[in-house]
């Protein structure tokens, strides 16, 4: 093991905080300052590439979870538009049934005015030969 990985060992032992407090006392000499400050960049760059590999790893799950919910918007906007198309079809049918309806009770009426004309007439016409 070299040098710089056996003092490097020992600021992992240490840690983070113990050597910053080490440096900011001065405990160290001018060589394990240097490395101390060189472990700690070090450090300092592990943590913003992990930082930045999270928000990397985030920002994919956020456009996987977009992704999930535009496919989601679109399904329900096709089901939206193919009830719209089936109620559409049925008041075409409710109309129709109506309109029919409209015809069967104005022809009813008719027969019922026929009707009461024929039974006016009939007795009349049965009333004079009496």
Request: proline content about 0%; aromatic content about 4%; cysteine-free.
């Amino acid at each position: 093991m070299s040098d710089i990985d056996a003092r490097w060992q020992s600021f992992e032992e240490l840690g983070e905080l113990q050597v910053r407090k080490n440096l900011a006392t001065r405990i160290y000499g001018e060589d394990n300052k240097r490395a101390a400050e060189a472990w700690l960049e070090h450090k300092a760059s592990l943590s913003t590439s992990a930082s930045q590999a999270a928000s990397l790893s985030l920002a994919r799950e956020a456009q996987k979870d977009a992704s999930r919910a535009a496919s989601a918007a679109e399904r329900a906007a096709t089901a939206t538009e193919a009830a719209s198309a089936a109620a559409a079809r049925q008041a075409t049918a409710a109309e129709k049934a109506n309109t029919r309806a409209t015809i069967a009770l104005a022809i009813s009426i008719a027969s019922i005015i026929i009707t009461i004309i024929i039974a006016i007439i009939g007795f009349r016409y049965a009333g004079g030969k009496q």
